[in-house]
């Protein structure tokens, strides 16, 4: 008990001390290259008596992973040999996993706030508490000043529990997820140009394709295996590489042709490439009609994005420009891949689908090797998606709006059709605005940090102190979000508890329990089950294990593009990464969709865009003169909770940095290393420089992985600016207006 209270005051460095010293790994094998490893355990600790079958909670990749136990605890992690996606590999983030679990800020027990202080309960009284608080709320204010907030790295028995219950029992759809941090515009993009949501490619096509086109991402850093696959394709079958980024990353330098464009800009530059690939006559244009809506609109709108115009507005040369034309016009076959770069933007949709024209009129779609390969950022973004757990939608990509998907998924939820609302839920940018406006009194966030994670900080956490009742349920505290709950819910985390995953090229995989959760920790769908029996909802949450759920979601799938009838837990034991559709039980699944050509939107067609570019809501101007892009860095994963606990990865990167142009640096008389003050109209943030020519002039960049925990002037989100995407609402991270000085 008393280590427990102490636990709750260490801050942030605190751990870094104590994993500096506690948890030490051993790292066997590592590839300097690519930055993988062959295997890591525990320092000192005994050989595994027994291994579980898992997948790395971190990024959209979905390496398979082995996780080795003895004496009831996780003492070793391998890359599983066998496993489709990553043959036995795991990067840096995945081989220190071990290390994730038994920290010493791990949240053991429910506590309550009193006064300043979080004081311990049992499960009795927080579960009454929520159970109670939510009818409260909901009598007094409605169902829709209720909100939830979950992430897109659950399993989809998760999804599927924190569905049935808020939209289900409840009544509001104000179900929503940190995807829309995430991948939204990428989504929305997919929906606008395919008519549906139904990601085409799998990942073997990159050994089919003979070019690949990388667009504002940087997976070198951010999917390392992934990355390493392309990197395999590029040496064995001579595959050439477009990369579109403002900076020299890792995997801008593998490139064939690096365009080094000016952040904002790829609308144009798509226009452009579009204009010249249809004027140079290098697509076929019969074709193109035939599969697409709008080729001759598209035609006239790209014809003032000229080569000179693209040049002037986006830095690349009218002969970059001509040669990475040349090269889309030869190509048998493309893959078009894009990351953040392109989401994160005010018009982060625009630029998807002014991308997505690109294969749609150069018929690099519907065939092996050929079209959109999206690797969402985090893990389980397409069962998030499928499983409906998203403000608008309802399981098997059903809209709340359509009363037959609200009286079909009724009927297996067994609830009033009436009582579920058609309307669509509230995004994370409306939630906190509701907050503020007095409209939302109580939010529940399951594995989320949006102090941490929003932009605009400052902001948030005024938000987040006006609620009435804000519960928190995160496997770690404090988190940055965690200090402003009312109540604390301990969850179980990765390896402590079962469920089904679902990757970005539509495969399915099982992810056994591999140990007991520490202190009364409880797993995520205990915790809301319970809630939701409390308020009187037994019989919709009568299921006695996990895999019941997965079976009531699988009636959801029948007749839907993610029909999963011929997939179970037992059959997942066998055969991994299975691709939906799998409708029947001797079905062997779906790698490629769509390639009869006929496409799931008008007349089977597909959309094409016309696109004007706009500029970001906040440009450079006198006082705030320099373009601030953030990200991420291979060593550590989004706010930290898990990654800061682990030596190895702190040796790599234990603080914010910011990288600064060598001409910036000589005007403003900065060396390597100093100790910079960054300020926007925001807040501000401090940090040490790096110069680099990697990076544009009058650019920085910033990675935003530390926040208040590691120093209250240490949050990248101080900077930045709340700014959205205009149709999927995504923010704006990658261009806020900063000033700096030497401190
Ligand atoms: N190590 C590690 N890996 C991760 C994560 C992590 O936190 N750590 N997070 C995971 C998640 S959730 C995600 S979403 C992914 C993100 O993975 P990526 O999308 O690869 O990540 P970012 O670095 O945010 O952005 C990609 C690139 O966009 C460039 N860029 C910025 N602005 C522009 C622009 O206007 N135009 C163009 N063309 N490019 C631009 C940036 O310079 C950057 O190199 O990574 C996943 N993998
Ligand atoms: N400036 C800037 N900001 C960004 C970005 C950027 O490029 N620039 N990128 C954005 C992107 S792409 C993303 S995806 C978001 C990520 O934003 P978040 O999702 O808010 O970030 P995480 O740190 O992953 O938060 C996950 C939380 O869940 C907890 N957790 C882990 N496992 C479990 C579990 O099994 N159960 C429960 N209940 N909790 C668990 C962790 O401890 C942590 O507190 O950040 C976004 N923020
Ligand atoms: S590439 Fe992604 S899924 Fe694979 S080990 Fe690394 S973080 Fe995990
Ligand atoms: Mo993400």
Same mark, same amino acid.
């Given at each position: 008990?008393?280590?427990?209270?102490?636990?709750?005051?260490?801050?942030?460095?605190?751990?870094?001390?104590?994993?500096?010293?506690?948890?030490?790994?051993?790292?066997?094998?590592?590839?300097?290259?690519?930055?993988?490893?062959?295997?890591?355990?525990?320092?000192?600790?005994?050989?595994?008596?027994?291994?579980?079958?898992?997948?790395?909670?971190?990024?959209?990749?979905?390496?398979?992973?082995?996780?080795?136990?003895?004496?009831?605890?996780?003492?070793?992690?391998?890359?599983?040999?066998?496993?489709?996606?990553?043959?036995?590999?795991?990067?840096?983030?995945?081989?220190?996993?071990?290390?994730?679990?038994?920290?010493?800020?791990?949240?053991?027990?429910?506590?309550?706030?009193?006064?300043?202080?979080?004081?311990?309960?049992?499960?009795?009284?927080?579960?009454?508490?929520?159970?109670?608080?939510?009818?409260?709320?909901?009598?007094?204010?409605?169902?829709?000043?209720?909100?939830?907030?979950?992430?897109?790295?659950?399993?989809?028995?998760?999804?599927?529990?924190?569905?049935?219950?808020?939209?289900?029992?409840?009544?509001?759809?104000?179900?929503?997820?940190?995807?829309?941090?995430?991948?939204?515009?990428?989504?929305?993009?997919?929906?606008?140009?395919?008519?549906?949501?139904?990601?085409?490619?799998?990942?073997?096509?990159?050994?089919?394709?003979?070019?690949?086109?990388?667009?504002?991402?940087?997976?070198?850093?951010?999917?390392?295996?992934?990355?390493?696959?392309?990197?395999?394709?590029?040496?064995?079958?001579?595959?050439?590489?477009?990369?579109?980024?403002?900076?020299?990353?890792?995997?801008?330098?593998?490139?064939?042709?690096?365009?080094?464009?000016?952040?904002?800009?790829?609308?144009?530059?798509?226009?452009?490439?579009?204009?010249?690939?249809?004027?140079?006559?290098?697509?076929?244009?019969?074709?193109?009609?035939?599969?697409?809506?709008?080729?001759?609109?598209?035609?006239?709108?790209?014809?003032?994005?000229?080569?000179?115009?693209?040049?002037?507005?986006?830095?690349?040369?009218?002969?970059?420009?001509?040669?990475?034309?040349?090269?889309?016009?030869?190509?048998?076959? %493309? &893959?078009?891949?894009?990351?953040?770069?392109?989401?994160?933007?005010?018009?982060? =949709?625009?630029? !998807?689908? #002014?991308? $997505? /024209?690109?294969?749609?009129?150069?018929?690099?779609?519907?065939?092996?090797?050929?079209?959109?390969?999206?690797?969402?950022?985090?893990?389980?973004?397409?069962?998030?998606?499928?499983?409906?757990?998203?403000?608008?939608?309802?399981?098997?990509?059903?809209?709340?709006?359509?009363?037959?998907?609200?009286?079909?998924?009724?009927?297996?939820?067994?609830?009033?059709?009436?009582?579920?609302?058609?309307?669509?839920?509230?995004?994370?940018?409306?939630?906190?605005?509701?907050?503020?406006?007095?409209?939302?009194? %109580? &939010?529940?966030?399951?594995?989320?940090?949006?102090?941490?994670?929003?932009?605009? =900080?400052?902001? !948030?956490? #005024?938000? $987040? /102190?006006?609620?009435?009742?804000?519960?928190?349920?995160?496997?770690?505290?404090?988190?940055?979000?965690?200090?402003?709950?009312?109540?604390?819910?301990?969850?179980?985390?990765?390896?402590?508890?079962?469920?089904?995953?679902?990757?970005?090229?539509?495969?399915?995989?099982?992810?056994?329990?591999?140990?007991?959760?520490?202190?009364?920790?409880?797993?995520?769908?205990?915790?809301?089950?319970?809630?939701?029996?409390?308020?009187?909802?037994?019989?919709?949450?009568?299921?006695?294990?996990?895999?019941?759920?997965?079976?009531?979601?699988?009636?959801?799938?029948?007749?839907?593009?993610?029909?999963?009838?011929?997939?179970?837990?037992?059959?997942?034991?066998?055969?991994?990464?299975?691709?939906?559709?799998?409708?029947?039980?001797?079905?062997?699944?779906?790698?490629?969709?769509?390639?009869?050509?006929?496409?799931?939107?008008?007349?089977?067609?597909?959309?094409?865009?016309?696109?004007?570019?706009?500029?970001?809501?906040?440009?450079?101007?006198?006082?705030?003169?320099?373009?601030?892009?953030?990200?991420?860095?291979?060593?550590?994963?989004?706010?930290?909770?898990?990654?800061?606990?682990?030596?190895?990865?702190?040796?790599?990167?234990?603080?914010?940095?910011?990288?600064?142009?060598?001409?910036?640096?000589?005007?403003?008389?900065?060396?390597?290393?100093?100790?910079?003050?960054?300020?926007?109209?925001?807040?501000?943030?401090?940090?040490?420089?790096?110069?680099?020519?990697?990076?544009?002039?009058?650019?920085?960049?910033?990675?935003?992985?530390?926040?208040?925990?590691?120093?209250?002037?240490?949050?990248?989100?101080?900077?930045?600016?709340?700014?959205?995407?205009?149709?999927?609402?995504?923010?704006?991270?990658?261009?806020?207006?900063?000033?700096?000085?030497?401190?």
């Amino acid at each position: 008990m008393a280590a427990n209270k102490d636990n709750m005051q260490l801050n942030r460095r605190d751990f870094l001390k104590l994993s500096a010293t506690g948890l030490g790994l051993s790292l066997v094998g590592f590839d300097p290259l690519l930055g993988t490893f062959q295997a890591a355990f525990a320092e000192g600790a005994p050989q595994p008596d027994q291994w579980f079958m898992s997948i790395c909670p971190y990024c959209g990749t979905g390496c398979g992973v082995n996780v080795g136990v003895a004496g009831g605890k996780v003492v070793a992690v391998k890359g599983m040999p066998d496993h489709p996606i990553n043959k036995g590999e795991l990067c840096i983030l995945g081989k220190n996993l071990v290390g994730i679990l038994d920290t010493s800020d791990r949240l053991l027990f429910p506590q309550k706030k009193d006064g300043d202080q979080f004081k311990q309960i049992n499960w009795e009284e927080a579960t009454d508490t929520v159970a109670s608080k939510l009818k409260e709320t909901i009598e007094k204010n409605g169902a829709d000043s209720f909100a939830m907030y979950i992430s897109a790295s659950e399993y989809i028995e998760e999804y599927y529990v924190y569905n049935k219950f808020v939209k289900g029992c409840l009544g509001t759809n104000n179900l929503e997820s940190s995807a829309r941090l995430c991948w939204a515009s990428g989504v929305v993009g997919l929906v606008k140009a395919f008519g549906a949501d139904s990601p085409p490619c799998c990942f073997d096509d990159i050994d089919l394709a003979d070019l690949f086109f990388v667009a504002g991402y940087n997976p070198s850093s951010s999917k390392p295996i992934f990355f390493k696959r392309l990197m395999k394709a590029k040496k064995v079958n001579k595959t050439k590489m477009i990369v579109i980024d403002p900076r020299k990353t890792d995997t801008a330098k593998k490139a064939d042709i690096h365009l080094q464009i000016k952040p904002g800009t790829d609308v144009i530059l798509f226009n452009a490439i579009t204009r010249e690939l249809i004027n140079k006559g290098l697509i076929d244009e019969t074709k193109a009609k035939n599969i697409t809506q709008d080729f001759e609109k598209l035609k006239e709108h790209v014809q003032s994005f000229t080569p000179q115009f693209a040049e002037e507005k986006t830095g690349i040369s009218e002969q970059q420009l001509a040669e990475v034309v040349e090269l889309i016009g030869q190509s048998k076959g %493309a &893959l078009f891949m894009w990351g953040q770069g392109l989401n994160q933007s005010r018009i982060g =949709t625009r630029k !998807v689908t #002014s991308l $997505l /024209n690109i294969p749609f009129i150069t018929g690099n779609i519907g065939k092996a090797g050929a079209g959109p390969l999206a690797v969402t950022g985090q893990s389980t973004a397409m069962s998030l998606r499928e499983a409906g757990a998203l403000p608008n939608l309802l399981p098997g990509f059903r809209k709340v709006d359509d009363p037959q998907a609200r009286q079909d998924i009724a009927d297996i939820w067994g609830v009033d059709p009436q009582k579920m609302s058609p309307k669509a839920g509230r995004t994370i940018v409306d939630i906190l605005n509701g907050i503020d406006a007095g409209e939302i009194k %109580a &939010l529940w966030i399951i594995h989320s940090n949006p102090a941490a994670t929003f932009p605009d =900080t400052t902001w !948030v956490r #005024s938000v $987040l /102190n006006k609620l009435d009742f804000l519960i928190v349920q995160d496997c770690y505290h404090p988190t940055e979000t965690s200090q402003f709950a009312h109540i604390l819910l301990p969850a179980a985390q990765w390896s402590e508890k079962e469920g089904t995953m679902t990757n970005s090229e539509r495969g399915l995989n099982l992810i056994e329990q591999a140990v007991q959760p520490p202190g009364e920790a409880k797993t995520d769908i205990e915790i809301v089950m319970n809630v939701a029996r409390k308020m009187g909802f037994e019989k919709q949450f009568s299921f006695k294990k996990t895999e019941d759920i997965f079976e009531e979601f699988k009636r959801c799938t029948t007749h839907r593009p993610n029909d999963i009838n011929g997939l179970s837990y037992a059959r997942m034991r066998k055969e991994k990464g299975l691709q939906w559709p799998i409708p029947t039980a001797e079905h062997s699944g779906t790698k490629r969709r769509f390639i009869d050509q006929k496409f799931p939107g008008n007349d089977g067609k597909l959309n094409l865009a016309i696109n004007q570019h706009d500029d970001p809501l906040e440009i450079p101007d006198k006082e705030f003169p320099l373009w601030l892009l953030t990200g991420l860095v291979n060593e550590q994963f989004h706010s930290r909770t898990r990654t800061s606990k682990i030596p190895a990865l702190n040796r790599a990167v234990s603080e914010p940095f910011v990288e600064i142009h060598p001409d910036n640096a000589n005007i403003l008389k900065i060396k390597e290393g100093d100790l910079l003050k960054v300020t926007s109209r925001r807040g501000q943030l401090t940090a040490r420089a790096v110069i680099t020519d990697n990076i544009l002039k009058d650019v920085v960049f910033i990675p935003y992985h530390f926040s208040f925990l590691a120093g209250e002037d240490k949050s990248v989100n101080n900077l930045t600016i709340r700014s959205f995407d205009e149709s999927a609402k995504q923010p704006e991270y990658k261009a806020a207006a900063v000033n700096i000085e030497k401190v």
